[in-house]
């Protein structure tokens, strides 16, 4: 069962939300927020697999919340995905950068809403080849600009074999296990275990995290 906990100041959005969702076997609504305290306290007290998290909501926006919820080592199972508008800004930009696991658009048909949630539960990051794409090349421009990718803060990728950083690269530019096994030659499970081991040696959380190293370590560049 995946629990969600649905955080958005319109109360509409979060009936429509909990109604969709409601109506899946394998779903959970643990729990629904109008304002950034109210869905950390909500996340501390159920712990759930997934939260909708809008951005601009009153006693603590979503970005605030974003970073309370990832700072809480007990919560690392937790998955934030980030509702949006299409236009991604600058506040979404460092929700990843807090630890962010994706994006959901508000006018996303319900299948996909929530094929995604399954996907972020099941531990990857973003949502799909198509979207992820997209998105990277909307923020690409912006995490450069915020200097993200600043050579003195590149992370390091020492700890990485060549292969490694081959598959993080790929993983940068939003290709899936399958697409970067069919890139390398490699099974789609040989791939998967390339970036599993990444992600451990990275302490990242997810995929997009990868991707926001891939970024800052000049691995990919935008426009890639």
């Not at 306290?41 to 006693?59: E, Q, T």
């Not at 930009?93 to 658009?105: D, K, M, N, Q, T």
């Not at 990444?198 to 997810?206: C, G, P, Q, V």
């Amino acid at each position: 069962m995946i629990k969600i906990v649905i955080a958005d100041d319109q109360q509409l959005i979060r009936a429509g939300f909990a109604a969709l969702f409601g109506s899946e076997p394998d779903i959970e609504v643990a729990a629904q927020a109008a304002t950034g305290r109210e869905a950390v306290d909500a996340v501390a007290r159920h712990r759930p697999d997934v939260v909708l998290m809008d951005i601009r909501m009153p006693d603590g926006d979503g970005l605030w919340a974003t970073e309370q919820i990832v700072a809480d080592p007990g919560l690392s199972g937790t998955h934030i995905v980030i509702v949006t508008t299409f236009e991604l800004d600058e506040y979404v930009a460092r929700a990843i950068r807090a630890g962010a696991s994706g994006f959901l658009v508000k006018d996303t048909e319900p299948a996909e809403l929530i094929r995604a949630v399954r996907v972020v539960a099941a531990g990857d990051g973003l949502l799909s080849p198509g979207v992820t794409r997209r998105l990277l090349e909307r923020m690409a421009s912006g995490l450069m600009a915020s200097g993200m990718a600043d050579d003195a803060r590149k992370p390091s990728l020492d700890a990485l074999t060549d292969r490694e950083r081959e598959v993080l690269g790929l993983v940068g530019r939003g290709l899936t296990n399958a697409e970067i096994g069919a890139r390398l030659f490699l099974s789609p499970l040989t791939a998967k275990t390339h970036v599993s081991r990444i992600m451990s040696k990275l302490s990242a959380r997810d995929r997009v995290q990868l991707v926001i190293v891939a970024y800052e370590a000049g691995l990919v560049k935008a426009g890639q």
